[in-house]
């Protein structure tokens, strides 16, 4: 079956994803490839037709009208479209092609529908421009024609570029390449989940989407095709947009630059001595009150509710946040001074489910907030700036004169704070070298990381687990699978009933409150 056909079945929306992917994802060696379905399909066409391509509701209105029209139903208003498809095509294959499209991460399909429809581009360097060219000239070889009808679509250097940056953020595409020791490329690790996906999908194709194979057949035209010249500016462009890794392991994108500032580590976990005193008269409600003869942990038995811990300030209180109740006794790590316990009632009227506890113990310290009165809303998505707070809440890292490179953190934020100490103490990485990913939603894996890391940097040592504790576990990135097993093996993640960690789904803010809670139960319970 000819590629063209397959493209054109794709709704040409696939086209969008393979310039995304560039010369790393889906397209076989096979010709001819992206310049018939470029020419046959003008760009005034395409854009209409993206929103129903870039989501899953947008699809399945697809996969309808395809079934109404093969059974002789009205297809409705779709069934124009449908047509022109079968022109191209056949039915089997059509619904084969939408199935790829379901392959890809939503969220991808929309930013690269984004990125084609506002012609948003990256802004380059000079020798960043040079690397796109070779790319280019490098495809031209087996498409004739490509350049001239990329622009004909208005496909920018700097789209190009973008398109790539939205499969690393997106599509976990990060780090795939790498060089060796003579600045040669090679294959760092495979995206393996989307190849999985699409290998299922063609099964019995002929010449089925393999792209671990037309990966190999890359990194060898990358090698032998190209001057020394031209694999430095690819080497280039492919480390701004994160499809390079910096050394023969696969790191995550680090925007840092300069040293960076030491964590302070944890003391060493010992027992803390304490004695119990009279409540104080402007502290009535109070339910307990001690003062501490030794620093250290102190474990406080007795009978709580939501106990929460403050440090006498004269007649004012601080909050403690390195106290928990656990197993029927308060768990907290205190330095000499005087305390008192008072009990909390829930606040958030939204928030009643088996993320109550972890919310409720987070606001009551400070850690976490709502986003109105009242209202935390447990299941809204997380964005990457504001997991960063949390953690840097909890260990009280935020440092007002930290700056960062991140461009696309300004300065007027209010989370620039938290993004620029987090950068500074090395415990979180951008999703360039130039870009934080400022809105982003954060996913699982990347929340697992950040916690262990920053619990290595505290100085705890990281237990293990088998990988096999999760059936998806080898969809699990490569810069996360330790992090992953041993948040795990400390009990702050767990998985779905189905033995899922599902590593690439964005987390929700009841989700966030769970893992932060649990990285706070680790530390007071050190050493162990």
């Known amino acids: 079956m000819?590629?063209?056909?397959?493209?054109?079945?794709?709704f040409a929306a696939l086209l969008i994803l393979l310039l995304s992917v560039g010369s790393v994802s889906a397209a076989p060696t096979t010709s001819p490839k992206l310049v018939p379905v470029l020419t046959k399909i003008s760009r005034d066409v395409l854009i209409p037709a993206l929103p129903f391509v870039s989501s899953n509701s947008g699809l399945m209105m697809l996969e309808d009208a395809l079934a109404k029209q093969q059974s002789g139903a009205d297809a409705g208003i779709l069934g124009s479209v449908i047509v022109k498809a079968l022109q191209y095509t056949d039915a089997q294959?059509?619904?084969?092609?939408?199935?790829?499209?379901?392959?890809?991460?939503?969220?991808?399909?929309?930013?690269?529908?984004?990125?084609?429809?506002?012609?948003?581009?990256?802004?380059?360097?000079?020798?960043?421009?040079?690397?796109?060219?070779?790319?280019?000239n490098l495809l031209e070889q087996d498409e004739p024609g490509l350049q001239a009808a990329l622009g004909s679509h208005q496909i920018s250097e700097g789209m190009i570029a973008n398109f790539l940056s939205a499969f690393v953020t997106h599509q976990g595409g990060s780090g795939i390449f790498g060089l060796d020791t003579d600045g040669n490329f090679l294959i760092q690790k495979y995206p393996v989940a989307l190849a999985s996906s699409l290998d299922a999908i063609w099964q019995g194709e002929d010449d089925f989407l393999d792209i671990r194979e037309y990966l190999d057949t890359t990194?060898?035209?990358?090698?032998?095709?190209?001057s020394g010249n031209e694999r430095s500016s690819v080497a280039s462009l492919l480390r701004r947009v994160g499809l390079l890794s910096s050394s023969g392991e696969t790191p995550s994108v680090d925007g840092g630059g300069g040293s960076e500032k030491e964590v302070e580590t944890l003391p060493e976990k010992q027992i803390g001595a304490f004695k119990e005193i009279a409540k104080p008269a402007e502290h009535s409600d109070a339910v307990f009150a001690f003062e501490v003869l030794q620093d250290g942990v102190i474990s406080i038995p007795g009978t709580f509710a939501q106990p929460v811990v403050y440090q006498l300030k004269g007649v004012k209180t601080e909050v403690v946040k390195m106290a928990l109740f656990l197993e029927d006794e308060i768990v907290a790590e205190l330095s000499k001074g005087q305390y008192i316990v008072k009990e909390t009632t829930p606040y958030f009227a939204d928030c009643n489910g088996w993320a109550q506890p972890y919310v409720e113990a987070l606001y009551a310290r400070g850690i976490i907030g709502g986003k109105a009165e009242q209202l935390f809303m447990p299941e809204d998505w997380i964005t990457r700036e504001e997991f960063v707070k949390l953690v840097v809440e909890l260990f009280d890292m935020v440092d007002e004169t930290a700056t960062t490179s991140f461009a696309d953190v300004p300065a007027e934020a209010w989370y620039y704070a938290y993004v620029a100490s987090a950068q500074q103490y090395g415990i979180v990485s951008g999703v360039s070298e130039t870009e934080f990913g400022v809105g982003q939603l954060i996913r699982r894996q990347d929340m697992a990381k950040i916690i262990c890391d920053v619990l290595q940097k505290k100085g705890l040592t990281l237990p293990s687990a088998n990988d096999s504790v999760f059936a998806d576990f080898s969809f699990v990135s490569d810069?996360?699978?330790s992090q992953v097993l041993s948040a795990h093996a400390l009990g702050i993640i767990s998985g779905d009933e189905q033995g899922n960690f599902n590593p690439r789904d964005y987390a929700k803010r009841g989700e966030s409150a769970k893992m932060i809670y649990g990285m706070l139960r680790v530390v007071l319970e050190r050493a162990e």
Do not use: H, P, W
Not at 119 to 135: D, H, R, Y
């Open 2 to 10: 000819k590629l063209t056909k397959r493209l054109t079945a794709m």
């Open 93 to 136: 294959t059509l619904q084969r092609g939408i199935d790829s499209l379901y392959a890809f991460d939503e969220d991808f399909r929309r930013a690269c529908q984004s990125i084609y429809q506002n012609c948003e581009s990256i802004n380059l360097s000079a020798t960043e421009q040079q690397g796109v060219a070779a790319l280019v």
């Open 479 to 481: 810069y996360a699978r």
């Open 219 to 226: 990194v060898v035209k990358l090698n032998t095709q190209l």
